[in-house]
């Protein structure tokens, strides 16, 4: 976690670019990919993001995203398990001209994620996990002033959390890790105004 804040406060030291594209908003559909609690396996998601320039290269950001998950276990297939994140912050983006044709992105998020997990092997029965994460994300945009295309690279870091196991139905279990509960890259393409 102490790499990623040192990672974003030192991004706009880092890069020295022309500011960010005329556009002053931003609407975007994609897919997010990765692996997070309480997934033994992968998780699938659709995301719909949304943005907003506040001043210079800064942006307010926020997303949602739900999906299945996939069980790595039994079948190696789609299970009952469904992950679900909504979150919102700040995000910098530095571009390489003022066109834009390339940018970098670092940005910090606050939300909530659920996940559940429902194997296809009949020894672990299900997980649930709740958490108030805080999401790091460093990432890159390609495209004109009107259409993007973004790739990014998110760490879930849980702030508070509770993880629900059933190996038995008479003697659940339930924990709350901290530190990353998962990471995933995130593809979409945004329509800026």
């Given at each position: 976690m102490r790499t990623w804040i040192l990672t974003l406060a030192l991004a706009p030291a880092a890069v020295h670019a022309e500011p960010a594209p005329a556009s002053s908003r931003f609407v975007e559909g994609g897919m997010t990919f990765g692996a997070a609690e309480p997934v033994i396996g992968w998780n699938?998601?659709?995301?719909?993001?949304?943005?907003?320039?506040?001043?210079?290269?800064?942006?307010?950001?926020?997303?949602?995203?739900?999906?299945?998950?996939?069980?790595?276990?039994?079948?190696?297939g789609l299970n009952n398990g469904r992950n679900l994140a909504v979150h919102a912050g700040a995000e910098g983006r530095w571009c390489s001209s003022r066109a834009g044709a390339l940018c970098g992105i670092a940005g910090l998020d606050l939300g909530g994620q659920h996940g559940s997990w429902e194997p296809n092997n009949g020894y672990l029965m299900s997980a649930s996990s709740t958490a108030l994460v805080a999401i790091p994300r460093v990432g890159l945009d390609v495209g004109t002033t009107r259409i993007r295309a973004r790739l990014d690279l998110e760490a879930d870091a849980a702030l508070v959390s509770r993880h629900h196991e059933v190996y038995d139905p008479m003697y659940p279990t339930t924990r709350s890790p901290s530190g990353i509960l998962g990471i995933e890259l995130a593809a979409g393409v945004w329509l800026a105004w």
């Open positions: 699938l998601m659709a995301t719909v993001a949304a943005g907003i320039q506040i001043a210079g290269p800064w942006w307010a950001h926020a997303a949602f995203a739900y999906g299945p998950t996939i069980d790595n276990l039994g079948g190696h």
